[in-house]
């Protein structure tokens, strides 16, 4: 006797269900929404009952989709543990692992990790997206990314969070400006245009609070969303700002003034996964790579 539904519809049915619409699963599946729409419709009409139902502005489940939604996540997951298990077996490692993290460690970071790991495993395929910490957490969340390498702290019960690098801040200034400090403290910063990154990210609560600490409260001469962007405002000669030392390139060290800060100032960043995650074989590879990055 053949199943009345496919794994591919279990998928759609559950992501639904955890985002709260068809346009949003549609989005994160990188499908049509009528393609999401007709895959619960085929399966409802499979198992000749109404699965999801209007609820307010969202999408929730009939009591038939509560009953099929815990049978569904667990068949899912026995799914990705046969490909797994199928998978040690073969030569070499296979598969796609699914990464998020900040355009900074995108830029600076993963370029000669994910070289090496092409290198040693070429059937193992990483895809990357970027994204501010909380999007990219809401992805891990929703099964959307495998993985993400985000600045912590992480406001979310679902998932783990490994610690994995401490990354440095640096103050840095134009090469042709007033030379900074051997090691720069927020009062030398106080009669200098600033530019920081935009609000609500990590980084720059991290910064505002080394600054308010010394009971310096200053306001940005330039708030920008691109830590590259920044940095060429810099060499401009618009300012000075504070920024991970991951993101200094050798080139970037010779037309900006880099200095350490007094007292030091530095970002965690850790792994993020869902705690129901089954960390698969490409997982730990990439996650390995990442943790021997150093703290």
Do not use: Y
């Given at each position: 006797?053949?199943?009345?539904?496919?794994?591919?519809?279990?998928?759609?049915?559950?992501?639904?269900?955890?985002?709260?619409?068809?346009?949003?699963?549609?989005?994160?599946?990188?499908?049509?929404?009528?393609?999401?729409?007709?895959?619960?419709?085929?399966?409802?009409?499979?198992?000749?009952?109404?699965?999801?139902?209007?609820?307010?502005?969202?999408?929730?489940?009939?009591?038939?989709?509560?009953?099929?939604?815990?049978?569904?996540?667990?068949?899912?997951?026995?799914?990705?543990?046969?490909?797994?298990?199928?998978?040690?077996?073969?030569?070499?490692?296979?598969?796609?692992?699914?990464?998020?993290?900040?355009?900074?460690?995108?830029?600076?970071?993963?370029?000669?990790?994910?070289?090496?790991?092409?290198?040693?495993?070429?059937?193992?395929?990483?895809?990357?997206?970027?994204?501010?910490?909380?999007?990219?957490?809401?992805?891990?969340?929703?099964?959307?990314?495998?993985?993400?390498?985000?600045?912590?702290?992480?406001?979310?019960?679902?998932?783990?969070?490994?610690?994995?690098?401490?990354?440095?801040?640096?103050?840095?200034?134009p090469i042709g400006a007033e030379p900074?400090?051997?090691?720069?403290?927020?009062?030398?910063?106080?009669?200098?245009?600033?530019?920081?990154?935009?609000?609500?990210?990590?980084?720059?609560?991290?910064?505002?609070?080394?600054?308010?600490?010394?009971?310096?409260?200053?306001?940005?001469?330039?708030?920008?969303?691109?830590?590259?962007?920044?940095?060429?405002?810099?060499?401009?000669?618009?300012?000075?700002?504070?920024?991970?030392?991951?993101?200094?390139?050798?080139?970037?060290?010779?037309?900006?003034?880099?200095?350490?800060?007094?007292?030091?100032?530095?970002?965690?960043?850790?792994?993020?996964?869902?705690?129901?995650?089954?960390?698969?074989?490409?997982?730990?590879?990439?996650?390995?790579a990442i943790m021997g990055q150093g703290?």
């Open positions: 006797m053949s199943l009345p539904f496919t794994l591919d519809q279990l998928e759609v049915f559950t992501l639904v269900l955890d985002t709260g619409s068809f346009s949003a699963a549609a989005h994160h599946l990188g499908v049509s929404q009528p393609a999401v729409s007709a895959q619960v419709r085929e399966l409802e009409r499979k198992l000749g009952t109404r699965l999801l139902e209007r609820v307010g502005r969202s999408v929730g489940p009939t009591p038939a989709g509560v009953a099929l939604a815990g049978h569904a996540r667990a068949l899912l997951e026995s799914g990705r543990q046969a490909a797994e298990a199928v998978s040690s077996l073969a030569k070499g490692v296979s598969g796609t692992v699914r990464l998020g993290t900040g355009a900074t460690a995108c830029l600076h970071l993963l370029p000669p990790l994910l070289q090496r790991i092409r290198k040693e495993h070429p059937a193992l395929h990483v895809v990357v997206s970027t994204g501010n910490t909380d999007d990219i957490v809401r992805q891990v969340e929703l099964n959307a990314l495998d993985l993400a390498l985000v600045t912590l702290p992480v406001a979310s019960r679902a998932v783990t969070v490994a610690p994995a690098l401490r990354d440095e801040f640096v103050a840095v200034a900074l400090p051997a090691a720069v403290r927020a009062r030398d910063l106080a009669d200098i245009p600033m530019v920081l990154f935009e609000p609500g990210s990590n980084t720059r609560q991290q910064v505002e609070s080394w600054l308010l600490a010394a009971g310096l409260r200053v306001r940005p001469a330039m708030e920008l969303g691109s830590i590259e962007a920044i940095k060429e405002m810099v060499s401009a000669g618009l300012g000075c700002s504070i920024l991970p030392a991951m993101a200094m390139r050798d080139a970037d060290r010779k037309r900006l003034q880099t200095r350490p800060l007094k007292p030091a100032l530095s970002r965690e960043l850790g792994i993020v996964m869902r705690q129901d995650k089954p960390l698969t074989r490409g997982m730990q590879i990439l996650a390995k703290v």
